[in-house]
């Protein structure tokens, strides 16, 4: 039989060029490797990573909806004791009833307003054992600032304490005392002063010069009105 010629695409073959160091096989690509499934991969395994720590995150206690926040209770300031007495003024010099007043030796502190200086004088107006509760001659009021220096005085209620913090031991009934120099005044006794005038509360003892500054009582429609002081 005669040679057929061969066919073109056979004529025509060519070999493969030749990369030095790379096989044939390796150059060839492996059937069903796609980068894009591993990228595919990556990306679901992240959004997965993210999903879990999104659902383990700490989550505070909600309040139930009817609930309502603890309030602080913020405690109410002290109240002053010295707003709490009475203040007599010109315009209002009440100070007392006669009927809280009644009982002897009974006591009762206030705040006297000053004319001359308008400061408020702490004072005591004392129910005298002797004298009508409806008259003013039954009551002794006077500043508790000392006529000299800054001590305050202090109406002794209690006999036991004028023997134990002031020595007084010939105390019957209460008196008036002065802690810083331990002078004790009586309300039973009157004293003459510089200029001829007499005062309540003589000096039972001590080294005080004179009794405390008396304020004058006057008694109208059952109060008891601080007038004015020395």
């Known amino acids: 039989m005669a040679n057929q010629p061969e ?3 056979q004529r025509f073959k060519t070999d ?9 096989q390796s150059a060839t690509p492996k059937p069903g490797f796609k980068p ?23 989550r505070g206690v909600e309040a139930p909806a009817g609930a309502s926040r603890p309030q602080i209770e913020i405690p109410a300031p002290a109240p002053d ?9 010109e315009t209002e010099p009440g100070i007392a009833s006669v009927g809280e007043m009644a009982k002897p030796w009974s006591s009762k502190e206030f ?8 400061e408020n004088v702490p004072a005591v107006v004392v129910r005298l054992p002797s004298g009508s509760a409806g008259q003013h001659a039954g009551y002794w009021a006077f500043s508790l600032n000392a006529p000299f220096g800054n001590c ?6 209690e006999v036991e304490k ?42 039972a003892q001590g080294s005080d ?12 429609n059952g109060e008891i009105l601080a007038a004015r002081m020395e």
């Open 81 to 89: 004791p010295i707003a709490a007495l009475p203040h007599a003024t």
């Open 16 to 24: 493969m060029p030749q990369i030095p160091g790379v096989s044939a």
């Open 162 to 203: 004028l023997k134990t913090d002031y020595g007084y031991l010939g105390a019957k009934h209460p008196m008036v005392g002065n802690p810083c120099s331990r002078t004790v005044f009586d309300p039973l006794k009157m004293m003459s002063i510089p200029g001829g005038v007499w005062v309540r509360g003589g000096i």
């Open 7 to 9: 066919p073109p695409s």
């Open 36 to 58: 894009v499934r591993l990228i595919g991969f990556l990306a679901g395994l992240v959004f997965c990573v993210i999903c879990v720590r999104w659902l383990m995150r700490p």
């Open 209 to 220: 010069l004179r009794p405390p500054l008396g304020i004058e009582i006057e008694i109208r």
């Open 152 to 157: 305050r005085l202090e109406y002794v209620a």
């Open 111 to 118: 705040m006297y307003r000053n004319r001359l200086s308008g």
